[in-house]
Structures are given as structure tokens and as C-alpha cells.
Nanobody, 113 residues
Framework: QVQLVESGGGLVQPGGSLRLSCAAS????????MAWFRQAPGKQRELVAA???????NYADSVKGRFTISRDNAKNTVYLQMNNLKPEDTAVYYC???????WGQGTQVTVSS
């Protein structure tokens, strides 16, 4: 049974930073591409960033240069470092194994002054 547990969200001022973590279990983590998605109120869930098992990354245009996805295969954990946050980054952030169908509970990120 796949479990994904996101953490690290919170309230931050514009220009601030947060680091999200996602601990995965029930999957062969090291070979799975992992991704972060987000869903803002009234909007569809969207892909933010993805990382292959080998560490190749891809980002949505809206976060390029500000967000960095990384992974620690020894800890079965994927991270999302978010810098220079903007109000439009406000959303619930979820991680997911791209090949799977399970979602975690998400973690709320609110960017507001």
C-alpha cells in the first residue's frame, strides 16, 4: 500500500521561502519518478515539478528559477525548495509517484502579507 506524507507547508510572506518534504512508503522509491503538484481554490490540480529516479528534473514555467525539486533515495523522500514565493503560489501541494495513482493528504502553502 502506497503512502505519501507531505509536510512543511505554512504561511509565508511574499518573497519568503519554504521547504516541503514528502515521505514515501510502499513503493520502490529509487526507480520511481516523483512529482509535486498543487491545487489552488477553484483551479485544477497542476504539475509543479518532477524528478526522475536518476535526478533529472522538469519544472512548470511559472516556478522555474524559484523552485527546486530534489530527492534522497536513502530516505525515500522528495523535497521541494520554494524561494521568492508569490501570492499566486498559494495552494495545497501534493506529491505523487508519476507511475502511480495514490495521493497524499497535501500540505497547505499560503503566501500573504
Amino acid at each position: 500500500q502506497v503512502q505519501l506524507v507531505e509536510s512543511g507547508g505554512g504561511l509565508v510572506q511574499p518573497g519568503g521561502s519554504l521547504r516541503l518534504s514528502c515521505a514515501a512508503s510502499g513503493i520502490t522509491f529509487g526507480i520511481n519518478a516523483m512529482a509535486w503538484f498543487r491545487q489552488a481554490p477553484g483551479k485544477q490540480r497542476e504539475l509543479v515539478a518532477a524528478i526522475t529516479g536518476g535526478g533529472r528534473t522538469n519544472y512548470a514555467d511559472s516556478v522555474k528559477g524559484r523552485f527546486t525539486i530534489s530527492r534522497d533515495n536513502a530516505k525515500n523522500t522528495v523535497y521541494l525548495q520554494m524561494n521568492n514565493l508569490k501570492p499566486e503560489d498559494t495552494a495545497v501541494y501534493y506529491c505523487k509517484a508519476l507511475a502511480g495513482s495514490s495521493w497524499g493528504q497535501g500540505t497547505q502553502v499560503t503566501v500573504s502579507s
